[in-house]
């Protein structure tokens, strides 16, 4: 049932062939990760568990040359990030139950402040952060009984991205985020289903 997200990471492979702008990237790229969270029956369950102490981050394909990353991001009951940025552009699909993300500012103070309501993604929905369209914000499972999943593409190799957290007191603090997982879903074999077409 891989199928999806391999026609998923060859499609945006793709698009960056392409050398598309930012808007464009967005625009066609947010259409395809939709395409690709409207059905819930392709992610292998080993990228889709919830950790009690954290919320987690499994990476499904990284291209070669670190054009852009897909991962799953795993959010245990109540499970919340910090106020962070992203350096990159990037796209949030809500696969399973829900999340709210609350973008935030910088004051003149050095400090992060929300900026407007929080938003709401269901599943099937996207959202775009970059540092050209907002990039700061505070992500929260919108569920305290359940784990939600999100599908999230980056214009880099998100794992490796040096990027910033913002304390409530002011600054910001370096971090990388690395991955929860040290192997990757096979995408390429496709012997099952060449088994399964009659040959010419």
């Known amino acids: 049932m891989i199928a999806p997200l391999r026609e998923f990471v060859g499609a945006f492979g ?25 059905r819930d029956d392709w992610l292998p369950e080993a990228f889709a568990e ?8 499994f990476l499904l394909h990284a291209d070669s040359t670190e054009r852009f990353s897909v991962v799953s991001f795993v959010w245990g009951p109540g499970q919340a990030t910090p106020v962070h940025d992203h350096t990159v ?10 999340e709210y993300s609350q973008a935030y ?8 402040q929300p900026q407007g309501a929080p938003v709401r993604l269901d599943p099937g929905q996207v ?12 992500v929260h499972n919108a569920h305290a009984d359940r784990a939600s999943i999100s599908i999230h593409v980056y214009g880099a190799n998100i794992g490796a991205v040096r990027r910033h957290t913002y304390p409530a007191e002011g ?17 390429w074999d496709r012997s099952e289903e060449l088994r399964q077409t009659p040959a010419a």
């Open 14 to 38: 793709r698009l960056l062939d392409g050398r598309p702008d930012e808007a464009r990237i967005l625009r066609e790229g947010g259409a395809l990760l939709r395409t690709l969270v409207a």
């Open 50 to 57: 919830p950790d009690p102490a954290r919320y987690q981050q």
């Open 89 to 98: 552009w990037g796209l949030i699909g809500m696969l399973r139950g829900a």
């Open 105 to 112: 500012a910088i004051d003149d103070a050095g400090r992060a």
């Open 127 to 138: 959202e775009a952060v970059s540092p050209t369209v907002g990039d700061l914000h505070r």
């Open 171 to 187: 600054g910001r603090k370096p971090f990388v985020s690395g991955y929860s997982n040290t192997l990757l879903p096979n995408l």
